[in-house]
């Protein structure tokens, strides 16, 4: 019975206005199983997804569900149990949490709805998750993770055979992830096919069973997920010999750039923060969702009012109190949700590199030529795909939208950068480019770096020094050879050695 | 399938940008083929003068819009402004001097109001709807009071030969729409001023993380609204050299509205050009003057007019891929 192929997908070619993004690609999904999609950015993992769950028209090949052949779209291959969680959410915010995940599925009896019946469903699959969350409360409340496991309740209630989940874990913590984790195993052995895509290789090597590797459009492997090793996976998605990921480490010098002293913040998500970076070092912030990294950052760049405490520059106090400050003295930030707050989409990519250096090209009129030919400087620089620079940056991919967010800082002229989960949704080339870009921007230009993640193999790859953060405070330092992976979850959780951590 | 197939041959012929201008000939063409008087020369010139009114708005209200606002006082503040130029102009007097200072004045003026709703919206954190509805209905009362419900009305040959002037055989309003448009065009394309206003509009949150100051430049955007506002209402009084309490500047907000949505402004922000604005108010302006020509009842010439602008829009949206 297992071995029964539920959805599979013959020769599926795809072509967007003339240019082939698929190539006859075969797949096939049994039933009770999990499967990893992995490639690059680009590479066709969504495209293939999307068909194979109606949302796209193949331009050719032949989808079958059951062995049956199907001409899918969304509503059909939703009453077929084949259900796609897509990368952006799509939850509606000014709903509460139990009508998303009953929208378009609302219990009801002569035309009233049933709400006690909707809420008390909701509150069973969150306990199910372990997610503290009120089934009232309105979405636009919620932290992006906790949207993102609505998300995956809101697919997961509904009868399903198959279910197609594009980047579930980007905007999770560790914690969440071992929920969710669990939740797809018991799915799996209810009879559910689950397809899993992710850049994090780790996660694909611990829950798939299968796996598919696609590049430039073609499907490059399929087979058993233990036959390879993560290094392996991450080879045959660029098609070629994976140098180290992370860059050799740089050496700080003695000279402190920037120095907090008691920073507390005014909405009390911190308290008392004091901490030093010193010059060329790479200073990570680790901690749970909610321990206050992101506050801290943004009241560090002055987005955030600060209650008490003091911000020294180069040992001299600053008075930050805006975007425009910071970014005078010299403190560039990447924020960690690149799509709303790091590019925008609908101007064109050189826009976004020149955005926040305006003067720089201008008296009263902007030197439009200048501008592209800094663009285009970066381009060659950090290798950014665009085919122009006048390309929408929403047409790029997520690698490439996140170094042209990097150029916009770097052309600042900035000393201090805080990066706030710089490799989020960006596929492994991409990433190696990052690490390899601030590598050369410490040996080159003698900048700083404080890095904000919360996936720790990044952490420990770059980190000189780490400082852990628990629910506001500042739990514990760790430098060199004691920063690994052991020592970052019991500080960040709180939990001693010999405890029990599941995650 | 009519609309897919309209889609493909929008996108082989990629004259996207320059589709409005194609709309504008074909409706004028159109015109010419119902009544061919609509062609004579004199009719074009007094189509494109009718314009510059509301055309002028439209350009500042793009400004607005693009950063993601909406401004629905520049009719009555089109009023308000009107009778202040004219009231300053009677009292300093028949001459250049004066009628120059008055101009000055009513220019300041505007500015303020616009940076006063300005800072309600941002700082305030009042949608521009409700500001601006709010100005609306303050400027026109204020108007109504000072009158009485009546006219304000001026004998300065100074002032009033202005907005009947000609200069290089064209009348003076449209070089100033025309002129205008081109300082527009240069402050939105070419500046950072500009650049800021597409950067708020398209994403705030972007913008203010990209150190932009983005309640300021919202802010400006009406102050650049209010500049286009007095600028119409100098050249409109002087011609009329009179303002109608109740009447004068009814309606143009939802023209200039109509004008820049046409010249494919976006009402959430983030899109829209001057050039679009331009050729958008001229296409309002030919379809007024068309369903006097073609002899449309009054009372049904609005619905020629609503349903012409949808349509205008659906073409927009087809382009869009």
């Not at chain 1, 969710?180 to 829950?207: A, D, N, P, W, Y």
């Not at chain 1, 930030?333 to 955005?355: C, H």
């Not at chain 1, 390309?391 to 916009?408: D, E, P």
């Not at chain 2, 009519?2 to 041959?9: D, H, M, P, R, Y």
Request: net charge positive.
């Amino acid at each position: 019975m297992s071995d029964t192929i539920v959805l599979s997908g013959k020769n599926i070619c795809m072509d967007f206005s003339s240019v082939r993004v698929l190539h006859n690609v075969d797949v096939q999904f049994q039933r009770s199983k999990i499967y990893g999609v992995v490639g690059e950015n680009g590479a066709g993992k969504s495209t293939l997804m999307r068909i194979l769950s109606g949302f796209l028209q193949p331009s050719d090949g032949e989808v079958f569900v059951e062995n049956q052949r199907v001409y899918l779209n969304p509503i059909k291959a939703k009453s077929m149990g084949i259900i796609l969680i897509p990368q952006e959410l799509n939850l509606v915010d000014t709903l509460r949490v139990y009508e998303n995940i009953f929208l378009g599925d609302e219990i009801e009896k002569n035309l009233f709805l049933k709400k006690k019946e909707m809420i008390e469903k909701t509150q069973q699959y969150l306990n199910r998750f372990g997610l503290k969350i009120e089934p009232r409360l309105y979405v636009s409340e919620l932290s992006p993770a906790q949207k993102q496991m609505v998300e995956i309740i809101k697919a997961i209630s509904k009868q399903v055979k198959v279910l197609i989940m594009d980047e579930p874990t980007s905007s999770l913590s560790e914690d969440e992830i071992g929920k969710l984790f669990e939740v797809v195993r018991s799915m799996k052995i209810s009879g559910v096919t689950v397809v899993f895509i992710s850049h994090k290789l780790r996660e694909i090597k611990s829950i798939t069973d299968d796996l598919i590797v696609l590049r430039d459009g073609r499907k490059v492997y399929e087979g058993k997920t233990e036959q390879l090793t993560e290094k392996q996976i991450a080879e045959l998605m660029i098609g070629r010999k994976l140098e180290e990921l992370y860059p050799p480490r740089s050496k700080p010098t003695e000279e402190v750039v920037l120095e907090v002293r008691n920073l507390t913040a005014k909405d009390g998500t911190f308290r008392n923060l004091s901490f030093k970076v010193f010059k060329k070092e790479v200073l990570g912030f680790y901690g749970l969702v909610g321990s206050g990294r992101t506050e801290l950052m943004e009241t560090i760049i002055g987005i955030r009012k600060l209650e008490a405490g003091e911000i020294l520059l180069d040992g001299k106090t600053v008075n930050i109190n805006s975007p425009q400050s910071a970014r005078d003295l010299g403190i560039a930030y990447l924020p960690e949700d690149r799509k709303t707050a790091g590019i925008i989409l609908s101007l064109q990519s050189f826009m976004n590199t020149t955005l926040m250096s305006l003067e720089k090209f201008s008296k009263i009129l902007l030197k439009r030529k200048d501008e592209i030919k800094t663009f285009k400087n970066y381009q060659q620089k950090f290798d950014i795909k665009a085919r122009t620079p006048f390309q929408l940056a929403k047409t790029l991919s997520g690698g490439n939208q996140q170094k042209v967010v990097i150029s916009k800082l770097v052309l600042t002229g900035a000393k201090v950068f805080i990066f706030d989960e710089p490799t989020r949704g960006v596929d492994v080339n991409a990433k190696y480019q990052i690490y390899q870009i601030m590598h050369q921007m410490i040996e080159e230009l003698g900048v700083t770096f404080i890095v904000v993640s919360s996936e720790l193999p990044e952490i420990i790859g770059l980190c000189n020094r780490v400082i852990v953060m628990r629910n506001g405070r500042i739990v514990g330092v760790v430098t060199g050879e004691e920063i690994n992976e052991k020592n970052l979850i019991y500080l960040a959780t709180g939990l001693e050695e010999g405890d029990s951590y599941s995650g | 399938m009519i609309l897919i197939a309209a889609k493909k041959t929008f996108r082989s012929i990629n004259l996207s940008k320059y589709l409005i201008v194609f709309i504008l000939i074909g409706l004028m063409v159109f015109s010419g083929i119902l009544s061919p008087a609509f062609l004579k020369p004199r009719n074009i010139l007094n189509i494109f003068w009718q314009t510059s009114y509301v055309g002028i708005i439209a350009i500042g209200i793009t400004f607005v819009m693009i950063a993601g606002g909406i401004d629905l006082s520049v009719g009555s503040m089109l009023a308000l402004l009107g009778a202040v130029a004219i009231q300053l102009v009677n009292k300093f007097g028949d001459r250049t001097s004066s009628v120059i200072l008055s101009i000055l004045i009513t220019y300041a003026m505007a500015m303020l109001l616009g940076f006063g709703i300005g800072l309600l919206t941002t700082k305030g954190r009042i949608p521009a709807f409700v500001t601006t509805l709010g100005g609306m209905a303050i400027y026109r009362s204020l108007v109504l009071n000072f009158a009485n419900g009546g006219v304000y009305m001026t004998m300065s040959q100074k002032y009033t030969s202005m907005g009947m002037k000609f200069v290089l055989g064209l009348p003076l309003p449209m070089l100033v729409f025309i002129i205008y448009a081109v300082v527009a065009y240069i402050l939105l394309d070419k500046t950072k001023f500009g650049r800021h206003v597409f950067a708020v509009g398209a994403n705030e949150t972007a913008a203010m993380y990209s150190a932009i100051n983005v309640d300021m430049v919202r802010t400006w955007t009406y102050v650049v609204s209010g500049i286009s506002v007095a600028t119409s209402a100098i050249l409109l009084s002087s011609m009329m050299s009179a303002v109608s309490s109740s009447s004068t500047g009814n309606g143009f907000e939802l023209d200039a509205i109509a004008a820049a949505v046409i010249g494919g402004t976006s009402l959430s922000g983030g899109k829209g050009s001057v050039f679009g604005t331009f050729f958008g108010a001229l296409i309002l302006g030919v379809i007024n003057n068309m369903l006097v020509m073609l002899n449309v009842a009054v009372y049904l010439q609005g619905t020629v007019k609503g349903l012409i602008i949808i349509g205008a829009v659906i073409l927009q949206n087809l382009r869009r891929e």
